[in-house]
Nanobody, 120 residues
């Protein structure tokens, strides 16, 4: 059984930075971050296959966000820099057991409760 617990959200001014953390218990293959703003569909932000150096990013965050992992701590991070108001939303950590990873939310089975990010 996979459990994902996010932390690190908060309120920040435009141009600021935040780091989100996701502690994952149980085996996963694909893992990443998704976000959902009010009235909008959930979108993939950054994902990767555990242990792989190949990362997938939404075009809107490339060059500003970085996904990484600390395998010893079973933790995945999302480093967010140069934040914009349009980055605001609920950020979710998600994981799946599939071998081919993507940023499509529908392909992820396990979800955390989310952490709110507000950029003003």
């Amino acid at each position: 059984h996979v459990q994902l617990v996010e932390s690190g959200g908060g309120s920040v001014q435009a141009g600021g930075s935040l780091r989100l953390s996701c502690v994952a218990s149980g085996y996963t293959s694909c893992i990443g971050w998704f976000r959902q703003a009010p009235g909008k569909e959930r979108e993939g932000v950054a994902t990767f296959r555990g242990g792989s150096s190949r990362k997938f990013y939404a075009d809107s965050v490339k060059g500003r966000f970085t996904i990484s992992e600390d395998a010893a701590k079973d933790t995945v991070y999302l480093e967010m820099k140069s934040l914009k108001p349009e980055d605001s939303g609920m950020y979710y950590c998600a994981a799946d057991l599939r071998l081919s990873c993507s940023t499509r939310a529908g392909e992820y089975t396990f979800w955390g409760q989310g952490t709110q990010v507000t950029v003003s």
